[in-house]
Nanobody
């Protein structure tokens, strides 16, 4: 059984930083692209950042480029999202997702999600105050 668990969400002031973490078990972690998504209040879910299985390729939503960094440590079965220069509009529930395939392009994941064969965590709340 695949389990995906996020952590690290918190209340932070605008301009501050936060680091989200995600672990996934029940699958061969190093074989799957992964991503972070978020859902802001009253808005649809959007892709934030995605990373290839080997960590060499990453893509970002335009709204977070230059501020957020996605990374992974396959030895630790961990995915991270370093968020700097946070803005109020970054507020939302952040979800970690594992793509069901092994070679899905990161740009495709950002636009279309991880599909019916993918896995999602329960989400972690990030609140940025002014």
């Amino acid at each position: 059984q695949v389990q995906v668990v996020e952590s690290g969400g918190d209340l932070v002031q605008a301009g501050g930083s936060l680091r989200l973490s995600c672990t996934a078990s029940g699958l061969t972690f190093a074989e799957h692209p992964m991503a972070w998504f978020r859902r802001a209040p009253g808005k649809e879910r959007e892709g934030v950042a995605a990373i290839s299985a080997n960590g060499r390729v990453a893509d970002y939503a335009d709204s977070v480029k230059g501020r957020f960094t996605i990374s992974r440590d396959n030895a630790k079965r961990a995915l991270y999202l370093q968020m700097n220069s946070l803005k109020e509009e970054d507020t939302g529930i952040y979800y970690c997702a594992v793509d069901g395939g092994r070679a899905t392009h990161t740009k495709f994941i950002l636009l279309h999600g991880v599909g019916t064969s993918g896995y999602w965590g329960q989400g972690t709340q990030v609140t940025v105050s002014s």
